[in-house]
């Protein structure tokens, strides 16, 4: 489904980027969702050419970019839903990917194009690509992020440490595996990528790069800069990728990509990262203590640590942040329930009769169904909804703290495993936008809880373009 507007801009026709001309800040928006901000102040230092930075965001359902200038001020922005190419075995989802691609990039308006400096963007952790490395074919349909492969884990769990990342079924390395033993023939001319990895690589066109956050779910190890020794020691390493930071030039942009859209000739393209690491760093939270809770369907936690801390059994592990950790774990608490029992309606008449100040002394444990991954690990623990008072107001206040509890105990569990200590809390996802809760979460949580300015994972995709091109300058 198309999500562009074309906007009337005013700013000069001409395609060449010594010729634009952007207006004073103007702010236009259409239907489908695509913004775009004029301004006329020189940030070029004076030669007329002002620099962008093109972040996109691939997610489960849809796609967005974010244009940004050097002070991370938002200039477009837009959205795509995966177009629903089909084949005999269910969704095409490589043609749909790259459809899109190629659809966000001509989305931008042709004179911002004309400026971006860099690309970046990220994709659905442990969505996992085999193509022959020679021609760039996939060989097989994409393994996505929440696709799992029990048959290979217990061949997984016999050569990684115990408790590691890979020990789970959706992990990448599951997926590899359980490819590599169907024996496939030329299987050994094959190489992994993953989604955001293949993307990239439309753009520049070098097969076989990836980052260290993508690469974690297949074994990599970011401290250590290196693939470990029991994996690269199995007969399938040879299909991993090379691993550069986030953020890192891989090249220039294609020259036909370059040419069809508009793009200026030293335009890079950068490593990506995955979708929930860019919607942290959209939030700019970059001293250890300061967290980010999302507030989507389920509960996710992420913490800035200086310390790494991994543990299969509580489904934590660590994204390295250039020198600091980004220490995480996912409850499935969280909006879903809400939605399963309130309408939005419903959700935002009660909540403005909530009293915040004051403890609910309801205690539940909402789940849609059985079954939690972090604080507590129990692919059995019930959900515990009862008893309902006779007041909804009261209701869905102590389902809002209940939330709240589970999430100070997430990060109380973060800090006995050893990860620095919470101090700060942002928030993003549609909880956000609840003021009463944010409230309820600040006492119960005792820290300051607030809402991110930037939410969108494009926005933080944008920001490690922006990275890559300051390195490629030496800044």
Not at 223 to 238: A, K, N, R, T
Not at 364 to 393: M, Q
Request: aromatic share 8%; glycine share 8%; charged share 20%.
């Amino acid at each position: 489904m198309l999500h562009l507007f074309v906007c009337a801009l005013p700013i000069s026709e001409t395609t060449s980027s010594r010729s634009v001309t952007l207006t004073r800040t103007r702010l236009y928006r259409n239907r489908s969702g695509l913004r775009v901000m004029g301004d006329s102040v020189d940030r070029s230092g004076g030669n007329g050419l002002e620099k962008l930075y093109l972040g996109m965001d691939f997610g489960t359902s849809g796609a967005r970019f974010t244009v940004i200038d050097e002070q991370g001020v938002i200039r477009a922005e837009g959205k795509r839903e995966y177009p629903p190419f089909m084949r005999e075995e269910g969704m095409d989802w490589v043609s749909s990917w790259k459809a899109t691609l190629f659809s966000l990039l001509e989305d931008i308006p042709i004179t911002l194009r004309s400026l971006v400096s860099s690309i970046s963007l990220d994709g659905t952790s442990a969505t996992t690509l085999i193509l022959n490395r020679h021609s760039g074919e996939v060989l097989c349909q994409p393994f996505l992020y929440n696709q799992s492969c029990p048959d290979a884990l217990p061949e997984v769990k016999s050569i990684a440490p115990e408790n590691h990342t890979v020990c789970s079924g959706s992990s990448t390395l599951c997926k590899l595996v359980s490819w590599w033993n169907l024996k496939l023939p030329n299987r050994e001319s094959a190489i992994l990528l993953h989604q955001a990895d293949w993307l990239l690589w439309l753009l520049h066109g070098r097969l076989g790069v990836s980052d260290y956050n993508n690469a974690l779910k297949v074994g990599y190890d970011p401290e250590c800069e290196s693939y470990p020794s029991w994996l690269i020691s199995q007969p399938y390493s040879q299909l991993l990728p090379v691993v550069q930071s986030p953020g890192t030039s891989i090249g220039n942009l294609k020259d036909s990509i370059r040419r069809q859209f508009g793009f200026p000739d030293d335009c890079i393209v950068c490593t990506g990262t995955t979708d929930s690491i860019a919607a942290f760093l959209a939030a700019r939270a970059t001293e250890p203590g300061k967290a980010v809770t999302s507030l989507g369907s389920t509960l996710a936690i992420k913490l800035l640590s200086t310390k790494r801390v991994d543990d299969a059994r509580y489904g934590v592990y660590s994204h390295r942040l250039d020198d600091k950790w980004l220490v995480g774990g996912a409850s499935n608490t969280g909006g879903a329930i809400l939605r399963q029992l309130f309408s939005d309606e419903q959700l935002e008449r009660l909540s403005r009769e909530i009293n915040p100040t004051v403890a609910s002394t309801l205690d539940y444990y909402p789940l849609k169904s059985s079954g939690e991954r972090f604080p507590i690990a129990d692919p059995n623990l019930a959900p515990r909804l009862l008893p309902r008072p006779s007041s909804d107001v009261e209701y869905l206040h102590g389902i809002l703290e209940s939330i709240a509890r589970i999430e100070g105990k997430g990060y109380k569990l973060l800090k006995e495993m050893g990860a620095t200590e919470a101090e700060e809390v942002l928030t993003a996802g549609g909880g956000a936008k609840n003021d009463k809760w944010i409230k309820i979460r600040e006492r119960v949580l005792g820290l300051p809880v607030s809402k991110a300015v930037h939410t969108e994972a494009s926005y933080g995709a944008s920001l490690l373009a922006l990275k890559g091109a300051k390195q490629k300058m030496g800044l």
